[in-house]
């Protein structure tokens, strides 16, 4: 029997690992200072700056437009490329630094500063308002405070968030429905006509989001994706006929760009070269007169760098000179050199790069208060520090600042050694670390090493009685642990999993062979299936960093083979439909209950078909095909809840009927397989008989005399492998959005988190519950404390790697991929411990053994 004390340490080892978590993280993502105010304009010797050849502009960001999606052949950005072509529009790749999502890259793009990583969690908070740019410098705010400075805004709600009371006319659409392809683009579209005809604005962004959806949904190769390049390039067509024919648009500068890009899966979030690559193609009639000589369609590209490349910071101190206004007052970014040849007065080119060197020195100063008293010796090479390397560079261009009467020579070997030098202090202050919080830090691994003790304490007796059984386990977290300072460990760390499991499932089938111990139909060829399904598994999605869009059977295979994919999902929900109609309503006669089964299960596969139509219709063949083009008049929203509410009252409609029943019935079985039900409602169509596999092997497991340690390694390591197979990864690209708005109409954080965590973590939601029912089948031999023996086992395990991965985190936080590679472990590493552990593993995991030792 499990003692006090030993409670006493697991309930504090898991109480102090949300503290350890939130502590680390305060310290480790802090929100970066700014200089407040705006910025105003220097009195130079070279008088005030000359006309800026716009006055108005139109920012037009379509998400996810990679560059190839207009710069190559074939693309849907005809009429853009003509433009190109006919010197109408300089396009460039602008670079988007990790993390490549909305937020922080609207961040960059508008400030020309590099975002805190703090932004990717407060991107999926759709409600948060504390990261607003209200009070901070932006070309925005710049262009707001000009004498005509309406704005309007159509489209992504993330700068209505962002720029709060900014924009005098705006619809914004939440970013997250990634089902729609074409409503949250019209809605857009159908407000540019009447703008383009009014005359009192001066900036007007639209910001599309099809492109994106159909991204995330189907991919770059999407028969969908080149339709929507069309749409978009027509929008394009429309805005630069209105310049060239309108009077009061004349001076307008339309921006073609990307917030960021998309992988070879059709997601983002990492740092791949697809992620980081977005268009940026400046266009006006007016570009004609400074033709750079551009032709399109580009020859391809694998790194995805076609033109010139730029940083997306640049934009902010380009905007500034081309809009007339100063430089927002944080930026990092670099004048783009392309454009200098609008201003013919070499006094102007001058202003243009030393107002931006000058404002990017503010913010070194700030960030490096020694930088004054640096950069005192005569060469600038083999310097301690990049910071006195600058310093001493910035003297330099200093000292040589041309004088109003300088020769053109002079001013231009000026401009090119002031335009090295910036791009240099945008390097230095990109690459800056943030300002960690080392106390923090430092506290935060020592709570989670006081959380270890507590875990090893709890855990102590249960592995000194079988040590031997333990040591699979404790190596196991061992070599993890050891593996988290390696970026490209945490970046394909599935293939760890993946190797553990097959070798752990081989060892433990081995063990019940000799044993005698393997009891199915199969006739001791239980373990060879057990480990061809396992292979199976493993191939469904290709995940990880490297070869995340090479061939696989979720998004290969079965977009060859739709029939049989459907086939395989129509196996999924007869195995459920069985299951209720034999163990769930036994006390309805057979035919009742096997009618209530199939409504249910009814219900479910018409909401997935009409959900799939909407989604993926490529994925559709034959009759259900047929069958979700004939599927009108209920809305997707509906349809989900009623797949809810159905199971909800099926699902209180059997505990109910427990309680009151005094012989033993299957009611744990059936609680599982409500909760399978559901969770084939969260998941892809593609993933769907992904859950039949499950099943297939919680059968084959399930009839082996495994002890509780068994069970344990067997469940820590079946819920990493099909959190994996599913297409989870250590890359905020991998988050699957699809069905995070099932049966809801609008954004409510925690229903949709509830959701989005549900459909992400499929796989390791199913194995909690199929681990209970393996405890229980083992409880009823007679067994004692399973439930706080497998508790506290799993609780050392995630004590273990949190320590870890904030050590990780720490030692590393200078390394060049903390910021695309470690800090989204840490990241992920924080919904494995609150969201599968404490929530699933620990609380929901404990409830369903609750109810199931009332009916042993």
């Known amino acids: 029997m499990t003692s006090r004390y030993s409670a006493f340490c697991l309930v504090a080892a898991n109480i102090l690992i949300p503290i350890a978590i939130l502590t680390f993280a305060s310290g480790f993502f802090p929100y970066k200072p700014f200089l407040s105010g705006l910025a105003q304009y220097e009195t130079l010797e070279y008088g005030p700056p000359s006309a800026a050849p716009f006055d108005k502009l139109i920012f037009m960001v379509v998400d996810a437009l990679r560059s190839d999606f207009v710069y190559t052949s074939p693309s849907g950005f005809n009429y853009t490329q003509s433009l190109i072509s006919s010197g109408a529009a300089i396009p460039f790749t602008a670079h988007a630094t990790s993390p490549t999502i909305t937020m922080p890259r609207i961040k960059a793009i508008t400030t020309g500063s590099i975002p805190s990583f703090l932004d990717v969690i407060l991107n999926f908070a759709e409600s948060d308002t504390s990261s607003t740019l209200a009070a901070q410098d932006t070309w925005l705010a710049q262009m707001k405070a000009k004498e005509d400075g309406k704005m309007v805004m159509y489209g992504d709600d993330t700068w209505l ?24 683009d019209n809605n857009v579209t159908r407000h540019v006509p009447g703008e383009l005809a009014n005359d009192d604005w001066n900036t007007m962004v639209l910001h599309y989001l099809g492109l994106d959806h159909i991204g995330h949904k189907a991919g770059p190769r999407s028969p969908n994706m080149i339709p929507k390049q069309h749409e978009m390039d027509d929008i394009v067509s429309q805005i630069y006929s209105a310049i ?13 760009c990307g917030d960021h890009g998309m992988n070879d899966a059709g997601n983002h979030g990492g740092s791949s070269p697809g992620e980081t690559s977005p268009a940026l193609v400046f266009i006006s009639p007016k570009l004609k007169t400074i033709n750079s000589g551009s032709k399109a369609p580009a020859s391809h590209d694998e790194d995805f760098r076609y033109y010139s490349f730029v940083e997306q910071s640049d934009i902010a101190p380009t905007f500034g000179a081309l809009l007339g206004f100063p430089i927002p007052r944080n930026n990092l970014g670099a004048f783009i050199p392309a454009f200098l040849p609008f201003w013919p007065n070499k006094n102007d080119k001058i202003q243009i790069l030393w107002r931006n060197a000058r404002q990017i020195v503010n913010v070194i100063k700030a960030t490096f208060p020694i930088f004054e008293s640096q950069g005192l010796a005569t060469s600038c090479h083999d310097l301690d520090s990049s910071v006195d390397e600058l310093a001493c560079e910035w003297r330099i261009i200093s000292q040589s600042l041309p004088s109003a009467d300088s020769e053109n020579q002079e001013v231009d070997e000026w401009a090119s050694l002031t335009t090295k030098w910036l791009k240099h202090a945008q390097d230095l202050m990109s690459g800056t670390a943030s300002n960690y919080n080392v106390k923090k830090l430092v506290g935060g691994q020592s709570i989670s090493a006081l959380a270890l003790g507590f875990a090893a304490l709890a855990a102590g007796k249960t592995i000194a009685d079988s ?11 061992l070599a993890y642990g050891a593996m988290m300072t390696a970026s490209s460990f945490v970046e394909e760390e599935h293939h760890f999993w993946y190797w553990a499991t097959t070798a752990w499932l081989a060892l433990i089938s081995v063990k019940c062979q000799r044993k005698g111990q393997v009891r199915t139909g199969l006739l001791g060829l239980s373990s060879v299936g057990l480990l061809l399904v396992t292979r199976i598994v493993r191939r469904w999605n290709q995940t990880g960093q490297k070869w995340t869009g090479e061939p696989d059977i979720a998004k290969t295979f079965f977009f060859e083979h739709r029939i049989f994919l459907w086939i395989l999902v129509s196996i999924t929900y007869l195995w459920n439909i069985q299951v209720f109609a034999t163990t769930g309503f036994r006390r309805f006669p057979k035919v009742v209950a096997g009618a209530i089964a ?3 299960a009814t219900a479910a596969v018409t909401f997935k078909l009409a959900f799939t139509h909407e989604d993926s219709p490529e994925l559709l063949a034959g009759f259900t095909k047929t069958m979700a083009e004939n599927m009108e008049g209920i809305s997707l929203v509906t349809r989900a809840r009623i797949v809810f509410a159905a199971i909800g009252l099926a699902l209180s409609y059997t505990l109910v009927t427990s309680f009151s029943h005094k012989k033993p019935n299957p009611t744990m079985r059936t609680i599982h397989n409500f909760l399978a039900l559901f969770l084939i409602t969260q998941s892809r169509a593609t993933n769907i008989p992904l859950l039949l596999l499950f099943e297939i092997q919680f059968y084959l497991l399930n009839d082996m005399d495994l002890s509780l340690i068994e069970i344990t ?41 509830m959701l989005t965590f549900a459909s992400n973590w499929t796989g390791p939601i199913f194995w909690t519950s199929a681990t209970m029912l393996m405890l229980l089948r083992l409880k009823s031999k007679g067994k004692q404390g399973l439930l706080y023996e497998h508790l506290s086992l799993l609780t050392l395990f995630v004590t273990s790697s949190l320590l870890f991965v904030m050590a990780a985190c720490t030692i590393l936080r200078s390394h060049l991929f903390i910021w695309t590679v470690f800090s989204p472990k840490y990241l992920y590493s924080m919904a494995w411990s609150l969201g599968q552990h404490l ?5 929901f995991g404990s409830v369903l053994y609750w109810l199931g030792t009332k009916y042993l």
Not at 839 to 843: A, E, K, L, T, Y
């Open 161 to 184: 968030k962002l720029f709060p009371g900014f924009f005098d006319r705006a619809d914004g659409t939440s970013s997250f429905f990634v089902a729609d392809f074409t409503e949250v």
């Open 244 to 256: 060239e024919s309108r009077e009061h648009l004349e001076s307008t500068l339309l921006v073609l």
């Open 467 to 477: 040590l031997v059984s333990s040591l699979p386990l404790l190596a196991m977290a």
């Open 598 to 600: 199939t409504s249910l």
């Open 713 to 753: 390694t067997t469940s820590l390591l079946l819920q990493h492998t099909s959190f994996f197979a599913s297409g989870g990864s250590n890359a905020i690209s991998s988050i699957d959005l699809s069905s995070a708005y099932n049966g809801v109409s609008g954004y409510k954080v925690v229903a949709v988190g």
């Open 839 to 843: 929530s699933i593993n620990v609380v």
